[in-house]
C-alpha cells in the first residue's frame, strides 16, 4: 500500500512540482471528454486530484471509481490554470497529476450524504452514524469538542489539579434521578449502580488529601431525556480542599475564558455578573436566564391598588402579584390569534389567563379596560415607559406561578422576535438556591442539589425545622444564554451541620448508614472544608458551536428513547446469560421508539 506523505488540506502552490502521495475517500468525479477530475477527501480538507488521458490504465482504473471508495494516490503537484483556482477551497490553488493508484476499498451508494449539507432525517443520520460523522459539520463539531476538552485539561493542569478516575460501578445512592442498575454475578440479588456523578468520591478524595482534583468522566441518569439531555453524559468535574465560594467561582471563571479564548477567540468579561436565586426569578422568571435579550419581568402590582377589578384585588389581598413584559415595537403584528396562542402558552406553565396592552397611534388598547379605572392603564403607561407600538403581556397570581409564565412567555416571544444571536455569549451566575424543596410524591423537604450542600448557617439557625424552603445554600450555578452549564457548592464538614441537615430531611440514622455510611465514617478521620462544581461538557460545546441538540456535538449519541439507532441497544439477551446473573425478564408492551 502507498503511505501517504500530506493529508488533502496540506497542499498549496508551494508544493508545485513535488511527488506527493494521498489517501482518503472518493468525494465526487467528472470525466470531462476523457480527462478525470476527482476530488479526495479526508478529515483535513480536500484536494483535486486529475487522471490524465494518456494514461491508458490509470483512466481504466479511475472510470470505475465511486463515491466513498477509498483510495492512495501517487502523484505530481502542479499549480492550476488562473481560471480554474477555487478560492473557497483550502487546497484550490494547486491539483495532483495521478501517476500510481491503489484503490483500497470500494463502497457501495451510502444511504445519506457525505459530501454536501442536506435534510437528511435525524433518524437516518442517527442509524447511519459513521457515515454522518463524514460530513463537514459533524467533523467540525467533533473537532471542536476534542479542542475545548485539551483546553479545559491544559488549564486544570496548570493550575495543579490531579486527574484522578473513580469508579463506574458504585452503590446506588439517592441523587435525584433513577439509577442504571448492573446486575453482580458473584452476589445474587445485588446490583451495582452507574454514577450519576463522581459526587461522594470527589469528597472523599478530599479527605484522602488531594485538594485538587478533576476529571472529564461519564455519568449516567435513568430520566426522561429531550434535546439537551443523554443517559450517559460527560460532565467536567473538579474539586478543591481548604477554599471557599469565591475561590470555585474564580477557579471555574478562569477555565470559561481560556476555554473561549483558546477555542473561539473570544474574550469573556471577568468578574461574571452574578445574581441570586430570587433575583433571577423575579426578573427572568427562570433560575437560568438568557440575558442576550431583555424583555424583564416587570412588578406593576402598585399600579392595581384601589381597583375595583375584583379578580385582581383578589389575588393582591392574598398576597398575590401583577407583573408584566413590554415588548417593543412590535403591538401592529401581534393579531388576536397570535395573542390567543401566547396565552395557551402562559396558561401551560400555570397561568389562570393572560391580559395585554397595546399602544398603536397614540391609541392605548387594553383586553381588560373595561375592569378597571383610566387611572390604573394611566399608571401602567408611565411605570413601563410604553412608547408607540409596544405591547403589554400581563398574568395576575401568586409570585411563582407570574414568574414561571411570564418566563415561558419571555422566551416565547424571544423566539418569535428572533432576538437569541447564537454566536452571541452571556454568561452568569446564579447563587443562594434554596437548600431544600417540598416533595409531593414523597411529602417531606427534600434537598435541592444534594444532602451534603453546605446551607447559609445564619438561615440555618434562624428558621430550623419551620420552614425550611427559606434556607439558602451555598450553591451556585452558571449559566450561558438560557441554560445551565452546570453548578456546585460548598460540602458540609461539620458532622454536628450534617446531622441537622439529615433531621429536617427526615432521614433517619438507620438510612444514613445504609446510604451514606462509608462518606461518614470517612469524615470522622479529619475532612478540610471543601467546595467544587461540575459544568456539562456535551452543552457547553453544543452551546458554544450554536447547536440546538447536544445529540450533533456526541460521536455515538441515543435518541430520547434511550436507543442507539445503530447497534439497536439496549437489546435482549439470551436466558443463558439471564440465568448467570439469577434474573428474569417481564413480558411487557413494546415501546416505539421515538428520536
Not at 161 to 184: C, H, M, N, Q, W
Not at 385 to 398: H, R, S, T
Not at 557 to 582: F, I, R, Y
Request: proline share 4%.
Amino acid at each position: 500500500m502507498l503511505k501517504k506523505t500530506h493529508t488533502c488540506g496540506d497542499l498549496n502552490a508551494g508544493h508545485s512540482g513535488q511527488e506527493v502521495v494521498l489517501a482518503g475517500w472518493v468525494d465526487h468525479r467528472r470525466d470531462l471528454g476523457g480527462i478525470i477530475f476527482t476530488t479526495l477527501r479526508d478529515r483535513y480538507g480536500t484536494t483535486q486530484i486529475v487522471f490524465d488521458p494518456e494514461k491508458e490504465k490509470l483512466i481504466e482504473q479511475a472510470k470505475n471509481l465511486g463515491g466513498e471508495d477509498v483510495i492512495t494516490v501517487k502523484g505530481v503537484v502542479r499549480s492550476r490554470p488562473d481560471d480554474a483556482i477555487n478560492k473557497n477551497q483550502k487546497t484550490g490553488e494547486i491539483e495532483v497529476d495521478v501517476l500510481e493508484l491503489e484503490i483500497l476499498s470500494s463502497a457501495d451508494t451510502p444511504p445519506i450524504y457525505t459530501n454536501i449539507e442536506s435534510d437528511t432525517s435525524e433518524e437516518m443520520r442517527l442509524k447511519y452514524r459513521y457515515l454522518d460523522l463524514r460530513t463537514k459539520r459533524m467533523q467540525k463539531n467533533i473537532i471542536m469538542r476534542h479542542k475545548i476538552v485539551q483546553s479545559i485539561r491544559s488549564f486544570f493542569n496548570e493550575e495543579g489539579f490531579l486527574d484522578i478516575e473513580t469508579p463506574v460501578l458504585t452503590k446506588s445512592t439517592p441523587e435525584g434521578a433513577r439509577d442504571y442498575l448492573v446486575p453482580a454475578r458473584l452476589k445474587p440479588g445485588n446490583f451495582y449502580a452507574l454514577p450519576q456523578s463522581p459526587q461522594l468520591f470527589k469528597q472523599l478524595l478530599m479527605v484522602s488529601g488531594y485538594d485538587k482534583y478533576y476529571q472529564i468522566v461519564k455519568c449516567f441518569r435513568d430520566e426522561d431525556l429531550r434535546a439537551d439531555r443523554q443517559p450517559e453524559f460527560t460532565q467536567i468535574d473538579y474539586e478543591m480542599s481548604f477554599v471557599d465560594e469565591e475561590d470555585v467561582i474564580d477557579c471555574t471563571e478562569r477555565m470559561l475564558a481560556k476555554v473561549f479564548k483558546d477555542t473561539l477567540d473570544v474574550d469573556v468579561p471577568l468578574p461574571l455578573q452574578r445574581i441570586s436565586y430570587e433575583e433571577a426569578m423575579d426578573r427572568f422568571g427562570s433560575d437560568k436566564p438568557d440575558l442576550r435579550f431583555g424583555l424583564e419581568l416587570t412588578d406593576i402590582s402598585k399600579c392595581f391598588e384601589g381597583t375595583g377589578f375584583q379578580i385582581i384585588s383578589d389575588i393582591l389581598e392574598n398576597g398575590g402579584v401583577v407583573k408584566g413584559i413590554k415588548v417593543e415595537n412590535a403591538a401592529a403584528k401581534y393579531s388576536r390569534k397570535m395573542l390567543k396562542e401566547l396565552e395557551d402558552h402562559a396558561k401551560h406553565y400555570g397561568a389562570k389567563g393572560l391580559m395585554n396592552i397595546k399602544l398603536m397611534d397614540g391609541n392605548l388598547k387594553a383586553s381588560f379596560a373595561k375592569a378597571v379605572e383610566p387611572g390604573v392603564l394611566d399608571k401602567i403607561t408611565e411605570t413601563l415607559e410604553l412608547k408607540d407600538d409596544d405591547f403589554v403581556l400581563i398574568v395576575a397570581g401568586q409570585r411563582d406561578t407570574v414568574n414561571v409564565s411570564l418566563g415561558a412567555l419571555r422566551l416565547e416571544i424571544a423566539k418569535r422576535e428572533n432576538l437569541r444571536n447564537s454566536h452571541e455569549y452571556k454568561l452568569l451566575w446564579v447563587t443562594r438556591f434554596p437548600m431544600f424543596e417540598y416533595s409531593e410524591e414523597e411529602d417531606r423537604y427534600v434537598a435541592q442539589h444534594h444532602p451534603f450542600t453546605m446551607p447559609v448557617l445564619e438561615d440555618l439557625d434562624k428558621f430550623g425545622d419551620d420552614d425550611p424552603s427559606k434556607i439558602k445554600a451555598y450553591a451556585y450555578d452558571v449559566v450561558l444564554n438560557g441554560w445551565e452549564l452546570g453548578g456546585g457548592s460548598m460540602r458540609i464538614h461539620d458532622p454536628k451541620i450534617q446531622e441537622r441537615v439529615f433531621d429536617l430531611l427526615k432521614i433517619d440514622r438507620a438510612s444514613q448508614k445504609e446510604k451514606f455510611g462509608f462518606l461518614l465514617e470517612a469524615f470522622k478521620y479529619g475532612v478540610p472544608p471543601h467546595g467544587g462544581c461540575a459544568l456539562g461538557l456535551d452543552r457547553m460545546v453544543s452551546l458554544m458551536l450554536g447547536e440546538d441538540n447536544i445529540r450533533d456535538v456526541i460521536a455515538f449519541p441515543k435518541t430520547t428513547s434511550g436507543t442507539c439507532l445503530m447497534t439497536s441497544a439496549p437489546s435482549p439477551v439470551d436466558e443463558v446469560q439471564l440465568h448467570k446473573l439469577n434474573l428474569e425478564c417481564k413480558k411487557s408492551e413494546k415501546v416505539v421508539n421515538k428520536i
